[in-house]
């Protein structure tokens, strides 16, 4: 089922949640929305399933205009973050609880509902607990079977919102892998909401970043990570270091001292603000042998703390603008944090306080 989203807008009150989006679903695809809290993706998952009404555009099923169809007509099952069971009713029974409620002529026989529930379970891989109830179950359990509930009307959309925000990180990555793996199982067009990008970027076929009710950017999750449109993206998506600095020339000058060549300065006017944007593992970590000049392409930076995480090294330094009079350096801007291998900060034998050249591998500049 694809699904067209056609100039929407929503307000509650003064505030805007969302702004003229538009939005193409191919059927079958898995699309993340993602962005902050507040940025209006949960507002459009609820325009989709028809919990909300757009004040301006319209929802296309298949070409089909829904915008009025009530949610009961639209087949949309929805799964929400707390799992939203039956705590008086057994596992089995909230899984059919669905198809128990359909009207008298659709309803299947209780021989059909009990082996398409079972066949359910086993597809989750909770046959073993029908029996029990949502109380007795862990919070991951809880998760995949109000999933199966909503897979059990045969949605031709499947939309998630938060599904795993309430569970703990080890639970939320075994849980996102599964929803992978189910997915390219069933081949029902699915929509979630997270505010996780890495959950978005592992799951996804497509990412939808929105931000302030527009949507900033949309791609494959490696489009998106390798090339974002925006500070907004680049900044969301993983952490990033931020230099400050000019366009002159066609190249930027840093105010840490570094000078780039960059596709963005050539077309700037001279003393264009500029900001660099570098992520921790796109930097080059080296020794700084004292007297030497740093190079034009390379940070002079003071190691202030180095965090070992299993095998990366995460460096945060100070960087210092070297004084050529005095051959003194003074600390110039915010910490910036590189990452590394251990094996490579093993081997430098760094320690806090040591003086070292950063050099950036890629930068991309967004220009002001």
Not at 8 to 26: C, E, P, W
Not at 114 to 128: A, E, N, T, Y
Request: hydrophobic content about 40%; aromatic content about 6%; glycine content about 6%.
């Amino acid at each position: 089922m694809s699904i067209q989203v056609r100039n929407v807008s929503k307000q509650f009150g003064n505030f805007h949640a969302l702004r003229d989006v538009n939005l193409d679903i191919a059927s079958g695809e898995l699309i993340a929305l993602l962005g902050p809290s507040g940025c209006g993706k949960t507002t459009l998952l609820r325009i989709i399933a028809g919990l909300e009404t757009p004040d301006q555009g319209s929802i296309h099923f298949a070409g089909a205009d829904t915008t009025d169809v009530h949610v009961r007509e639209r087949g949309v099952g929805f799964v929400f973050q707390h799992y939203a069971l039956f705590r008086h009713m057994t596992v089995f029974d909230n899984v059919a609880f669905g198809l128990r409620m359909k009207p008298r002529k659709e309803r299947p026989s209780e021989t059909a509902i009990r082996k398409k529930v079972m066949d359910l379970l086993q597809l989750v891989q909770l046959d073993w607990i029908a029996d029990r109830y949502p109380a007795q179950l862990s919070g991951g359990q809880r998760q995949r079977i109000a999933l199966a509930r909503a897979l059990a009307v045969e949605p031709k959309v499947l939309l998630l919102d938060e599904p795993f925000g309430a569970l703990d990180a080890k639970v939320r990555k075994e849980l996102r892998r599964w929803l992978r793996n189910l997915h390219e199982e069933l081949d029902v067009t699915s929509i979630f909401v997270t505010h996780d990008q890495e959950e978005a970027l592992e799951v996804a076929d497509r990412v939808v970043v929105i931000h302030q009710g527009r949507i900033e950017q949309q791609g494959t999750p490696q489009q998106v990570w390798d090339n974002p449109a925006s500070p907004f993206v680049y900044g969301f998506l993983g952490d990033v270091n931020l230099f400050q600095g000019r366009a002159k020339d066609g190249r930027v000058y840093l105010d840490e001292g570094m000078q780039l060549d960059s596709p963005e300065a050539a077309h700037a006017a001279d003393d264009a603000q500029a900001t660099a944007y570098v992520r921790p593992h796109e930097l080059d970590v080296a020794r700084y042998e004292a007297g030497s000049p740093p190079p034009p392409s390379a940070i002079l930076a003071q190691l202030e703390r180095a965090i070992i995480v299993g095998p990366i090294a995460r460096l945060e330094l100070m960087p210092q603008h070297l004084a050529t009079s005095t051959a003194t350096a003074t600390e110039t801007s915010a910490l910036v944090e590189a990452q590394i291998p251990v094996q490579q900060y093993q081997a430098l034998g760094l320690h806090q306080g040591d003086k070292l050249l950063l050099t950036p591998r890629r930068a991309r500049v967004f220009l002001s």
